[in-house]
């Protein structure tokens, strides 16, 4: 079974959030819910870079670890997804994420979050809805990956630096790259997420 | 930081000597002050060239690994007004979680079932303390109405904050498992909003409880003669105490600064991100989850002495009258002002 992974190639990525905003379309994410941003590192300094981020779907999830209800799970292809019916809104996965990803939408008063919202790697979600259904849809967004599909990030990237699918593979592409153009800033997060770096 | 890149392409320090490198150290610093009063004239562009002359897209690359070592967080500039969001990688996380899951599970369970089992062999090999000299059968006034009610207030609001924190700690060990995720899930959805809303009512209480009962527990010198007298653990000496003795006093201190602590890192919590970032958050968990804990086992033995471990006790806080023996016996300076201060009128009053 393939080891689904986003990698982020900082050297192409040219700031467009075209990710972001494929991601807002493809899944229809309420305002104020950020699946995927990009974040830029020495902005307008030499050595920019940019990378876009969501969740990484990591190895031994500590949002998965730290739910108090354990509504988050790690599926056979090592895509990270939860269960809105059982979330409440507690924020825990948001202190244990590496990389920001939960997000939630405000619903009452003071600070109350509402279900946690996250990257799904368009696979839908972890509830008991048919896959595929339109009650998936709107509580979770869309399942490409139960298609066949890749997350729809990656696939709008316009210059292939944000990498999905399978982590073998896509290592060996990020690999080939920095071996071809001789430099690489690394595979962003993959050390924090998968306990692994691509080694060059 | 361009002339080190310099020297470290003509040949480096690299294989001698560590004399020889701190010596090459010395003189690459020294050498680094005049390239740069040098470099301040000429163009430093030239630095960053590849070996083929074409330029160096990495010469001033960032790496994460680089960035992670100088600064346990990367962060960076984002082009939405989520603020949070401008962390990129914060391996932390992961570390809060080693807390949340290992740490905070092993050491909630060791205070608070060493506490109980402390209570529990205190129960079983001393018993609840008597009044030696028995009932009198006579009352004296301890606690009016507003008294009890503040601590009522404090006192249950504390219970119910206790049990649903320690759910969303280890519920899901001890109960999830039982009843199953679904009804666990929404049990813990309501715990969360009992949570919030009860500690309000905490607040309260606690203000209350500290507005009438600061001046009466100021730690004085008659506390260290309490101490020294085994606070009335002993029965074959007398401890004397005021209207609050030490081991009361430590229980009010306790619950100030506990609560003091708990509330101000708790509404952190519950206003997340309004004044902290993903650090302060972290750290504002710790304090919760650990103050707690030892506050909910401090708190055990505070119910413990209250009710099953002293005969007299409970009234105090239940009816807020004391039998005149257990005064004597336990608040024997509060008992003479009390005494005093129920004769002044009634003498008064008799002598129109």
């Known amino acids: 079974m393939a080891r689904m992974k986003f990698l982020c190639d900082a050297e192409r990525c040219i700031d ?15 305002w104020g819910i950020n699946r995927r941003r990009v974040v830029t590192i020495n902005d307008g300094e030499p050595g920019e870079r940019s990378v876009s981020m969501a969740c990484m779907h990591c190895t031994d999830p500590p949002c998965a670890a730290v739910c108090p209800v354990e509504c988050i799970f790690p599926t056979e292809d090592g895509i990270v997804l939860h269960n809105k019916d059982q979330c409440i809104g507690c924020g825990y996965c948001f202190y244990a994420c590496p990389f920001g990803a939960p997000q939630y939408p405000r619903v009452s008063d003071f600070g109350s979050r509402g279900k946690m919202d996250k990257c799904t790697y368009c696979a839908g979600g972890g509830g008991p809805e048919a896959p595929g259904s339109a009650a998936e849809f709107a509580k979770y967004g869309s399942n490409r990956f139960g298609e066949g599909k890749l997350p729809m990030c990656a696939e709008m990237c316009s210059t292939k630096s944000l990498l999905a699918g399978d982590g073998d593979v896509i290592g060996q592409i990020y690999k080939e790259r920095v071996v071809q153009r001789g430099y690489g800033s690394g595979s962003w997060g993959w050390l924090t997420a998968y306990h692994e770096d691509v080694e060059v | 930081m361009t002339a080190c890149t310099a020297t470290g392409r003509a040949g480096g320090p690299r294989g001698k000597s560590s004399l020889a490198i701190s010596l090459v150290r010395i003189r690459l610093a020294l050498g680094a002050l005049i390239f740069l009063a040098i470099a301040g004239t000429a163009p430093a562009i030239a630095q960053q060239l590849a070996p083929d002359g074409a ?27 989520d603020t949070r969001a401008s962390v990129l990688i914060q391996p932390a996380g992961r570390t809060w979680d080693h807390f949340h899951e290992v740490t905070l599970h092993w050491f909630g369970a060791i205070v608070i079932i060493g506490m109980i089992a402390v209570l529990g062999g205190a129960y079983l090999i001393v018993g609840p303390l008597r009044i030696s000299a028995g009932q009198s059968g006579k009352k004296v006034h301890r606690f009016n109405a507003f008294e009890r009610f503040s601590h009522w207030l404090t006192a249950v609001s504390f219970v119910v904050l206790g049990l649903t924190g320690l759910n969303i700690t280890f519920g899901k060990i001890l109960l999830l498992p039982v009843i199953g995720k679904d009804a666990f899930s929404s049990l813990s959805q309501a715990a969360k909003y009992m949570h919030n809303f009860t500690s309000f009512a905490f607040v309260i209480g606690l203000v209350l409880i500290v507005a009438m009962w600061l001046k009466d527990n100021i730690p004085r010198k008659v506390d260290i003669d309490w101490l020294r007298q085994g606070g009335g653990f002993i029965k074959s000496k007398h401890a004397p105490a005021g209207r609050f003795n030490a081991g009361e006093k430590a229980v009010f201190w306790i619950a100030l600064l506990a609560g003091v602590a708990v509330a101000a890192s708790g509404y952190m919590l519950l206003f997340p991100f309004y004044v902290t970032n993903i650090l302060g958050m972290q750290i504002a968990q710790v304090v919760h989850a650990v103050i707690a804990v030892l506050f909910v086992a401090a708190i055990l033995a505070h119910i413990y002495i209250g009710t099953l471990g002293m005969e007299g006790a409970f009234e105090a806080m239940g009816t807020g009258e004391v039998d005149l023996n257990w005064a004597k016996e336990h608040h024997d300076l509060w008992l003479r002002d009390q005494l005093a201060k129920e004769h002044q009128p009634a003498a008064s009053a008799s002598a129109d």
């Open chain 1, 16 to 30: 467009c959030n075209a990710c972001a905003t494929a991601c807002k379309n493809e899944n229809e994410v309420p």
């Open chain 2, 55 to 81: 330029p160096n897209p990495t010469a001033s690359g960032v790496n994460q690994q680089t960035l992670l070592r100088e600064e346990p967080r990367i962060t960076g500039y984002i082009d939405i007004p």
